[in-house]
């Protein structure tokens, strides 16, 4: 199923380099997340869009930055990658009522990203 | 801030059992819970969806329960499998809009 996808699925990468993770979807939904999964700690909500002009702030936005550049495709960035940013970012989308429960989450794949 | 908790400890059954996960919440009002099931390497999946004004929730196999006052979600599998192994997240959220995670519990089926 690759409604929604991922790229890069790895990335490795420097201190201080930018990075960009991108997703898209082509599930037809307007609400796209952005969360990163740390052993112990869970998934963790980053940034979500309720559009394309709506983007939010989550838990942990702070060394990161989005942009919605179509209903379909929401991309992450790390402006500075640092070592501890190193996980799992999974993006997901969401319709109010898609598959007749609220807000049902559907994820991608995940890319995992290691900052050295 | 909010706090979720699920058994932190690995569950490990055996087959044809009933398996029981547990999210505890503490500080957090949620109109919404959700449950899914992430295998190793994927994205999650979603399961079930239970408001807070619903008591139990079914769907084949699977049994949701959430009692707002012991401020607890119970997740039943029934008469499990071994392809049931896996991790199960819960997830809260009191809009319906952004939803906070538990950190999941993973569980084995032993055949």
């Known amino acids: 199923d690759a409604d929604v996808t991922q790229t890069p699925r790895n990335r490795i990468t420097k201190t201080g380099k930018r990075i960009m993770l991108e997703c898209s979807q082509t599930k037809g939904h307007d609400r796209m997340y952005w969360y990163r999964q740390d052993p112990g700690l869970g998934l963790r909500l980053i940034y979500y869009?309720?559009?394309?002009?709506?983007?939010n702030k989550g838990e942990i936005s702070d060394g990161y930055s989005v942009s919605r550049q179509a209903q379909a495709k929401f991309s992450l960035s790390l402006e500075s990658a640092i070592p501890n940013q190193t996980a799992l970012y999974f993006c997901a989308t969401s319709d109010l009522w898609s598959s007749g429960d609220y807000n049902e989450q559907f994820f991608g794949p995940g890319t995992r990203l290691t900052v050295l | 801030s909010q706090k979720i908790e699920q058994n932190s400890e690995a569950l490990n059954i055996q087959e044809g059992k009933t398996a029981t996960l547990t999210c505890n919440y503490t500080n957090y009002s949620p109109a919404y819970l959700q449950w899914y099931r992430q295998d190793p390497g994927r994205g999650p999946v979603f399961l079930l969806l239970?408001?807070?004004?619903?008591k139990e929730k079914r769907k084949e196999r699977l049994k949701v329960t959430f009692d707002t006052t012991l401020k607890q979600s119970l997740f039943h599998i029934t008469a499990s499998q071994p392809a049931d192994s896996a991790t199960y997240l819960c997830a809260l959220s009191n809009t319906g809009n952004q939803f906070y995670f538990g950190t999941g519990t993973s569980l084995t089926v032993i055949p």
């Open positions: 869009s309720f559009d394309v002009k709506d983007i």
């Open positions: 239970i408001r807070e004004n619903e």
